[in-house]
């Protein structure tokens, strides 16, 4: 079940609108200023949310930009086509003026709601190290390996990007998609279990997912997913990716 929030101090709107919601398989939470809203949102993240723009305390456009990764449609009485374009570029999906139809609204939020078509293959596979994104079933060698939510969506994406440098702060932000619990504080020692767990592999310390001070950005932290030296050419990433074996 989808989850919206709606961000509105006019009760009689807001029992209209989530009657609606309701009906369509929707469950509706409220907030009805801008500073309820933040507090809502630094516990709960919902799947979209319909903002007014005229709120008590924090108003609509303030709230706005303080909401990262997630839809906002503006559900507001103010019709000024440059009030329109700069809150679509502040940042709202979408923007629908009061009065409106509710079928319309309904519409608008299936839109936003509607799951993209993925071109990745649900089976991804690096070396002897299998991740199944349908299932969420992780293998290495060839036995089943536990893992929990964010060690999933870690994994997921480094064998999405198998030869690419991912900064610290990018892992975070896709990684939210797949799990809030995730913190700059917390990310090391997913990491280190992660190893631990794709270590169990026959290959012996096969897979490494390096945590370095070599290597280094102005943005922080950067992951790769490494293979150590010996290995067939055909399985090493980009020289350039792996850490040096020398002196070691």
Same mark, same amino acid.
Request: proline share 6%; net charge positive.
């Given at each position: 079940?989808?989850?919206? !929030?709606?961000?509105?101090?006019?009760?009689?709107?807001?029992?209209?609108?989530?009657?609606?919601?309701?009906?369509?398989?929707?469950?509706?939470?409220?907030?009805?200023?801008?500073?309820?809203?933040?507090?809502? !949102?630094?516990?709960?993240? *919902?799947? !979209?949310?319909?903002?007014?723009?005229?709120?008590?305390?924090?108003?609509?456009?303030? +709230?706005?930009?303080?909401?990262?990764?997630?839809? +906002?449609?503006?559900?507001?009485?103010?019709?000024? +086509?440059?009030?329109? #374009?700069?809150?679509?570029?502040?940042?709202?999906?979408?923007?629908?003026?009061?009065?409106?139809?509710?079928?319309?609204?309904?519409?608008?939020?299936?839109?936003?709601?509607?799951?993209?078509?993925?071109? +990745?293959?649900?089976?991804?596979?690096?070396?002897?190290?299998? !991740?199944?994104?349908?299932?969420?079933?992780?293998?290495?060698?060839?036995?089943?390996?536990? &893992?929990?939510?964010?060690?999933?969506?870690?994994?997921?994406?480094?064998?999405?990007? *198998?030869?690419? #440098?991912?900064?610290?702060?990018?892992?975070?932000?896709?990684?939210?998609?797949?799990?809030?619990?995730?913190?700059?504080?917390?990310?090391?020692?997913?990491?280190?279990?992660?190893?631990?767990?794709?270590? @169990?592999?026959?290959?012996?310390?096969?897979? @490494?997912? @390096?945590?370095?001070?070599?290597?280094?950005?102005?943005?922080?932290?950067?992951?790769?997913?490494?293979? *150590?030296?010996?290995?067939? &050419?055909? &399985?090493?990433? *980009?020289?350039?990716?792996?850490?040096?074996?020398?002196?070691?």
């Amino acid at each position: 079940m989808k989850n919206i !929030l709606l961000i509105d101090d006019d009760i009689p709107i807001n029992n209209l609108i989530e009657e609606a919601l309701s009906r369509e398989g929707y469950h509706v939470s409220h907030a009805y200023s801008g500073t309820e809203a933040l507090l809502f !949102l630094a516990q709960t993240k *919902p799947d !979209l949310i319909l903002l007014d723009l005229m709120l008590p305390g924090l108003s609509g456009e303030e +709230v706005l930009p303080r909401i990262k990764g997630i839809p +906002v449609i503006v559900v507001s009485a103010k019709a000024d +086509v440059d009030d329109k #374009v700069k809150l679509l570029y502040g940042g709202a999906v979408d923007y629908i003026t009061k009065p409106f139809q509710i079928k319309e609204l309904l519409a608008r939020i299936s839109v936003h709601l509607r799951e993209p078509v993925s071109d +990745v293959p649900s089976e991804l596979q690096y070396a002897d190290l299998q !991740l199944n994104t349908d299932t969420r079933r992780a293998a290495a060698g060839g036995h089943e390996v536990k &893992l929990t939510r964010t060690e999933y969506a870690i994994l997921k994406l480094l064998m999405q990007n *198998p030869a690419q #440098v991912i900064p610290k702060s990018r892992l975070l932000d896709r990684i939210s998609e797949d799990t809030p619990d995730c913190t700059e504080n917390s990310l090391k020692m997913h990491i280190s279990n992660l190893r631990k767990k794709a270590a @169990r592999s026959e290959r012996n310390r096969l897979y @490494r997912i @390096r945590v370095g001070n070599r290597i280094q950005t102005a943005a922080g932290i950067i992951f790769t997913f490494s293979l *150590p030296f010996p290995l067939p &050419l055909s &399985l090493r990433l *980009p020289d350039i990716l792996l850490p040096s074996t020398k002196g070691r």
